[in-house]
C-alpha cells in the first residue's frame, strides 16, 4: 500500500493568494483527518470526515478555511485568502475504525505533510 | 473537553542509557491513549496505543508505556536508546465514540548522544 499521499510537499504562495492541499487517503480507510503543526500551538485537529460527511469541523480557524471530501479516495483543504500566519505544516491522515470485540481498534495513519509557506 | 500535558519539552540522553518520556491527561470522558513518533521532516509514526486490558503495552523499536489510570498519566519508556531514536514524540488521547479524532500533547523532542 502506498500510504497516505498528500501533495504538493512544499507549497509557497503569496498573501491573498487561494491554497489547495490534496489528500488520497489509504484505500478501505473510512475516516479522514486534517491536522496543522506550527511551533507555538503544536498539532491541531482541523477537521475530521467519516464516510464523507464532515463530523467536526470546530477546529477550523476560521472561515477563510475550508475542507471537501467528493469520495471516499480523495479531500482537499483550501484557504482562500492565504495569510502568513497559515504558514505550517498541514498534515491528512487516515483511519479504518474497525470494530473488533465490541472495541473501535482505530488507529490514524498520517501523510508525509505538505508545508506552506505564505509570504 | 480534554488535554494532553507533556511535562518535559526537550530530553537529551546518551546512547544506550533508559529515557522515560511523561505525559499525563486530562478528560471529562473514557480515552483511547497513543504514543507517535515523528522523525525530522516526516510525518507521524505509531509507536504504541492503549484500548483496553493490560496497563503495560509494548510497541515498535523497543518502547512500552504503562497505562495509570488514576494518576492519569501515560509515560512512554524505553530501557536502552540508540542514535536512531532521535525524533519528537507526540503523546495523545482519542475520546471513545468521538470518531477516532486525536488530541495532541505539545511533543518531546528526544536527543540521542553518543
Known amino acids: 500500500d502506498a500510504g497516505v499521499i498528500q501533495s504538493p510537499r512544499h507549497e509557497v504562495t503569496e498573501m491573498g493568494q487561494e491554497v489547495t492541499l490534496r489528500c488520497k487517503p489509504i484505500?478501505?480507510?473510512?475516516?479522514l483527518f486534517w491536522y496543522r503543526q506550527t511551533m507555538m500551538r503544536g498539532l491541531e485537529l482541523l477537521i475530521y470526515?467519516?464516510?464523507?460527511?464532515?463530523?467536526?469541523d470546530s477546529g477550523m480557524p476560521e472561515d477563510r478555511f475550508s475542507a471537501k471530501m467528493p469520495n471516499a479516495s480523495f479531500s482537499t483543504l483550501k484557504i482562500q485568502p492565504s495569510e502568513p500566519r497559515d504558514s505550517a505544516v498541514y498534515f491528512c491522515?487516515?483511519?479504518?475504525?474497525?470494530?473488533?470485540?465490541?472495541?473501535?481498534?482505530?488507529?490514524?495513519?498520517f501523510g508525509p505533510g505538505t508545508r506552506l509557506t505564505v509570504t | 473537553a480534554q488535554s494532553v500535558t507533556q511535562l518535559d519539552s526537550q530530553v537529551p540522553v546518551f546512547e544506550e542509557a533508559p529515557v522515560e518520556l511523561r505525559c499525563n491527561y486530562s478528560s471529562s470522558v473514557s480515552v483511547y491513549l497513543f504514543w507517535y513518533v515523528q522523525y525530522p521532516n516526516q510525518g507521524l509514526q505509531l509507536l504504541l496505543k492503549y484500548l483496553s486490558g493490560s496497563t503495560l503495552v509494548k510497541g515498535i523499536n523497543g518502547f512500552e508505556a504503562e497505562f495509570n489510570k488514576s494518576q492519569t498519566s501515560f509515560h512512554l519508556r524505553k530501557p536502552s536508546v540508540h542514535i536512531s531514536d532521535t525524533a519528537e514524540y507526540f503523546c495523545?488521547?482519542?475520546?471513545?465514540?468521538?470518531?477516532?479524532?486525536?488530541?495532541f500533547g505539545q511533543g518531546t523532542e528526544l536527543s540521542v548522544k553518543p
Open positions: 470526515f467519516n464516510n464523507n460527511v464532515p463530523i467536526d
Open positions: 484505500s478501505g480507510h473510512n475516516s
Open positions: 495523545a488521547v482519542s475520546p471513545y465514540n468521538q470518531g477516532g479524532k486525536l488530541i
Open positions: 491522515a487516515s483511519s479504518p475504525v474497525a470494530m473488533e470485540a465490541g472495541v473501535n481498534r482505530y488507529e490514524q495513519y
